[in-house]
């Protein structure tokens, strides 16, 4: 659904956005505003999300298997096992929230490899790319350009 850009994992407040990406300071948060200033994530390339993820992954925001799902984008390959198509824009908020709720559903249907090494790291790092994703989507759509974070004693 390439048209989806609310789903269980939208974010609708800029603490949840902050604290989803883990930013303490209103430094971390202009930072990243500024960097994704000429990013959509829901119209995005494999190329461009490899360099979101990446930043994230450097700054420790998500792991290595949510960073695989940022670099993996649409998942196509070419014959030779090249990833292709990497600069073919599509919408990184439904296709995240698809892919974890395929392979879910796959899930269910095949317990013996449910239980597989490695399969809940897996999930979780999907999980994680799509709060990430999510996340991300709230701080480029934002319409004020001085977010900051509430801070209470």
């Known amino acids: 659904n ?3 850009v ?3 994992f939208t974010i609708t407040e800029e603490a949840n956005a ?3 990406l883990k930013l303490r300071k209103q430094e971390s948060i202009d930072d990243l505003k500024a960097f994704l200033k000429d990013y959509d994530m829901t119209s995005i390339t494999t190329n461009e999300l490899k360099k979101v993820g990446r930043r994230l992954y450097e ?3 998500i792991d290595g298997e949510a960073f695989h799902v940022f670099i993996s984008g649409l998942g196509a390959f070419d014959a030779n096992g090249q990833q ?3 600069d073919v824009k599509y919408n990184a908020i439904a296709l995240f929230n698809e892919t974890l709720e395929d392979y879910l559903s ?3 249907s095949r317990p013996d490899v449910k239980r597989s090494q490695g399969i809940p790291e897996y999930v979780q790092g999907m999980i994680a790319a799509n709060h990430a994703i999510n996340a991300l989507a709230y701080f480029v759509n934002s319409s004020r350009s001085d ?3 509430e801070e209470r004693a």
Do not use: G
């Open 2 to 4: 390439p048209e989806q």
């Open 59 to 61: 700054d420790n925001v």
């Open 6 to 8: 609310v789903n269980k």
């Open 84 to 86: 292709a198509e990497t």
């Open 106 to 108: 796959f899930l269910e």
């Open 147 to 149: 977010l900051s974070i």
């Open 18 to 20: 902050a604290d989803t």
